[in-house]
T-cell receptor, first 115, second 114 residues
Framework: DTGVSQNPRHKITKRGQNVTFRCDPISEHNRLYWYRQTLGQGPEFLTYFQNEAQLEKSRLLSDRFSAERPKGSFSTLEIQRTEQGDSAMYLC?????????????FGQGTRLTVV | AQSVAQPEDQVNVAEGNPLTVKCTYSVSGNPYLFWYVQYPNRGLQFLLKYITGDNLVKGSYGFEAEFNKSQTSFHLKKPSALVSDSALYFCAVISNTGGFKTIFGAGTRLFVKA
């Protein structure tokens, strides 16, 4: 396993279009997280899954955002009717369901630019 | 609510000198504390963590951090800085009282001059 994989790496879209990002976590990791990072800031939590269950969503996750992890493996994050303020790096991370090994392993992110 | 504060936007240090990057936290319950590093055009990488046990934890690339419960701090340190340590450093916390989401600080940019 080569780590957390995110696709695409870059996405440029016009305002109002829908976009979907994919994350493939480390295969044995039960937990999967989505974060958003803007330039010079720390990652902001969006949502997380334990297996296929979405256990928590941030208030940052407006109605235009939806995330799924249908089989407890890969996850998708969809943004509908994109706005310029959605431009950011979207990070995915995974971790095992283990109290002593809670560090997250991050993918390289998907950079979204809304024009 | 959980939060992490990194009071310095930027830290400058000369190569070979010791470095400290500061972090304080606020969390209910016992904290799980982390440091991550982000190099340009690369993903976040885990450096070290404190879960329980010794207050001084050692991590990758010669970094260490000291957990201080009374001061709610978890400062990152290295005895001798390298130019290649220049990067963006994030302190992070997980609370064990509910959920396992990691909350990150705003980050501190470390510049190590030759």
């Amino acid at each position: 396993d080569t780590g957390v994989s995110q696709n695409p790496r870059h996405k440029i879209t016009k305002r109002g279009q829908n976009v979907t990002f994919r994350c493939d976590p480390i295969s044995e990791h039960n937990r999967l997280y989505w974060y958003r990072q803007t330039l010079g800031q720390g990652p902001e939590f969006l949502t997380y899954f334990q297996n296929e269950a979405q256990l928590e969503k941030s208030r940052l996750l407006s109605d235009r955002f939806s995330a799924e992890r249908p089989k407890g493996s890969f996850s998708t994050l969809e943004i509908q009717r994109t706005e310029q303020g959605d431009s950011a790096m979207y990070l995915c991370a995974s971790s095992p369901q283990d109290l002593m090994n809670t560090e997250a392993f991050f993918g390289q992110g998907t950079r979204l630019t809304v024009v | 609510a959980q939060s992490v504060a990194q009071p310095e936007d930027q830290v400058n240090v000369a190569e070979g000198n010791p470095l400290t990057v500061k972090c304080t936290y606020s969390v209910s319950g016992n904290p799980y504390l982390f440091w991550y590093v982000q190099y340009p055009n690369r993903g976040l990488q885990f450096l070290l963590k404190y879960i329980t046990g010794d207050n001084l934890v050692k991590g990758s690339y010669g970094f260490e951090a000291e957990f201080n419960k009374s001061q709610t701090s978890f400062h990152l340190k290295k005895p001798s800085a390298l130019v290649s340590d220049s990067a963006l450093y994030f302190c992070a916390v997980i609370s064990n009282t509910g959920g396992f989401k990691t909350i990150f600080g705003a980050g501190t940019r470390l510049f190590v001059k030759a």
